[in-house]
Structures are given as structure tokens and as C-alpha cells.
């Protein structure tokens, strides 16, 4: 039997303001990058409640999507080095727009994060060769171009949360 093949799944917060795009500055392997206040969805928790933690853990501000941008899949591959194998993953991202609350004081930004910025569309544009992925643009495009799908498309059964919760799937 051979394993079966499985994305990474992820979460990403649109989050425009005057015209000006949210994003976080992170290190990664590949030097400083930019992204959107984005991470890997977590064992128990739906889309909704993954976008809102991460955005949370990586800019200080509560989040609330109000909306589904889009669903997007990208593949990301990095040459073995000598401290690393190589990887070869494929991402499938869930990207929201909403609501930007409150700076939460007392925080720390995530393990990673440098700091939190705000660009114009075309500074974001400007700036592509430092973006942590292409979908950092394409999530912005999408926005700016009006693209927005009901939150009601988006369902998360029961059981999901029973994984956390030490209940029994049904």
C-alpha cells in the first residue's frame, strides 16, 4: 500500500484598510519574506477559527472573516541543502476577508514574524520577488477585483471539533 498524497493545508487573512494591504515581514529559509497573516490549519479547529488564530499569532489583532476570497493551490520546491532535505509540497490555501479588530496588548508577534506593515497594491506589486509565495498577489488581485464568496459555502461538521475535544468521532 503506498501513502496517499496530501496537501498542506492553510489560511490566509485578506485584510485591506484606506487602501493599504496588511501584511507581516517572517524569516524564512530563503531569507526575510512577506506574507499575509497567513499558517497551516490546526487538528480540531474549522477554516474560520485557523484564519482568525493565525492572524491573531502573527500581527496582534483580533480577525473575523466575514467572507471567502478564494481557495487556491500552489507547489513549492526547495533544493536539499546541507543542513536540509529537499521539499516538494503542495499548499492549499483558504484566503478570507473581514474584519480587523483590536490590537491585543500584551501579545508578542509569532516565532518568525519581524513585524507587521501595511502596502499599497502597488508596493505589494513592486515587491513580488519577496513575497513568501505568488499567492501573497493573486489573494490581493482577487480582493481588489471584488471576488468574494458567502461564508455559507464553507461547512465544518462536528466531528472536526470532537478531535480536539477527546470525543469519539462519530
Known sequence: MTDRWKPSAT???????????????????????LNNPAGHLDEGESLLH???????????????????VGVYMSRFQ????????????TYLRFAFGGTLGAL????????????TLW???DEMRASAERH??????QCMEDYLRGQRFPLSLIH??????ALTSGHPTP
Do not use: N, W
Open 104 to 115: 491585543q496588548t500584551g501579545r508578542r508577534l509569532d516565532t518568525g514574524i519581524v513585524r
Open 132 to 137: 513568501r509565495s505568488p499567492l501573497v498577489l
Open 11 to 33: 489560511v490566509a487573512a485578506i485584510i485591506e484598510h484606506q487602501g493599504k494591504f496588511l501584511l507581516v515581514e517572517e524569516h524564512t529559509p530563503e531569507g526575510l519574506r
Open 119 to 121: 502596502l499599497s497594491p
Open 50 to 68: 485557523g484564519c482568525a488564530r493565525e492572524t491573531l499569532e502573527e500581527t496582534m489583532h483580533l480577525f473575523t472573516p466575514d467572507y471567502l
Open 156 to 161: 465544518t461538521d462536528a466531528s472536526i471539533s
Open 78 to 89: 526547495r533544493p536539499a541543502s546541507a543542513d536540509q532535505q529537499a521539499q516538494d509540497v
